[in-house]
C-alpha cells in the first residue's frame, strides 16, 4: 500500500508539477506574443502616420511639381526667351511676367504645401538626420519668399532664388521611402 501511495503521490506531483510548468510556459508565451503585436502594431501606426501625414503627400507633391515643370520647361522653355547656358531662367520682359505667374501661382504653392509638410511633420522623417534634399527644399522655397515680396512691390530685378529646387535629389527620394515604407505596410498587414 505504501508503494501505491508513493506512487500515486509521486504521478500526482509529476501531473501537478507540468501543469504548473505548462501553465507558466503558456504564460510567458502569450506575453511574449502579446509583446510582439503590440511592436508590430506600433511599428504599423507609424508607418501609417509617415504615409499618411508626410511620405504619401510629399510624393503625390513631388510628382505633380516635376509633371507640371517638365510641361513648363516643354511648353515655354523652347523658348531662348527662357534660356541660359545653366539652364532656364527667363531672359525678356515677356518671360519674365510668364515665369512670375507661374512662379507664384503654380510652383510655389506647391514648394510651400511641401515645405510645410516637412516642417510640421519633421518627426516622422526616415533616418536620423534631415535628407540634404528636404533642406535645399525649405533654403529654395524661403530664397523664393524675398523674391516674390519684392515682386509684390513691382520690384522686378531678381527672378530666381538663389538656392535651386533639387528636383534630382527630391524626386528619387521621395519614390524610394515611399516605396519603401508602402513595402513596410504591407509585410506588416500580411500582404506580403
Not at 501505491?4 to 508565451?29: D, E, H, K, Q, R
Not at 526667351?81 to 520682359?93: V, W
Not at 535628407?131 to 523664393?144: D, F, K, M, Q, T
Request: proline content about 4%; aromatic content about 12%.
Amino acid at each position: 500500500m505504501t508503494d501505491s501511495l508513493v506512487s500515486w503521490f509521486g504521478g500526482g506531483a509529476n501531473t501537478v508539477a507540468f501543469a504548473i510548468l505548462s501553465g507558466v510556459i503558456g504564460f510567458l508565451t502569450k506575453g511574449v506574443y502579446d509583446l510582439w503585436m503590440a511592436r508590430r502594431k506600433d511599428k504599423l501606426e507609424r508607418i501609417n502616420q509617415q504615409l499618411r501625414l508626410l511620405y504619401g503627400p510629399l510624393f503625390s507633391l513631388v510628382n505633380v511639381s516635376t509633371i507640371t515643370w517638365k510641361a513648363f520647361v516643354d511648353h515655354y522653355c523652347q523658348n531662348p526667351a527662357f534660356r541660359t547656358e545653366g539652364g532656364y531662367r527667363p531672359q525678356t520682359p515677356e518671360a519674365e511676367a510668364v515665369w512670375r505667374h507661374w512662379m507664384q501661382n503654380v510652383f510655389m504653392p506647391l514648394n510651400l504645401d511641401m515645405a510645410r509638410l516637412i516642417t510640421e511633420n519633421a518627426d516622422l522623417l526616415e533616418g536620423e538626420q534631415m535628407p540634404n534634399c528636404l533642406l535645399r527644399l525649405s533654403a529654395h522655397v524661403h530664397g523664393y519668399k524675398g523674391i516674390i515680396a519684392a515682386w509684390q512691390r513691382s520690384d522686378y530685378s531678381r527672378h530666381m532664388s538663389l538656392t535651386s529646387f533639387p528636383l534630382d535629389e527630391l524626386d528619387p527620394y521621395a519614390d524610394k521611402i515611399y516605396r519603401k515604407l508602402k513595402a513596410r505596410q504591407a509585410k506588416l498587414i500580411g500582404r506580403h
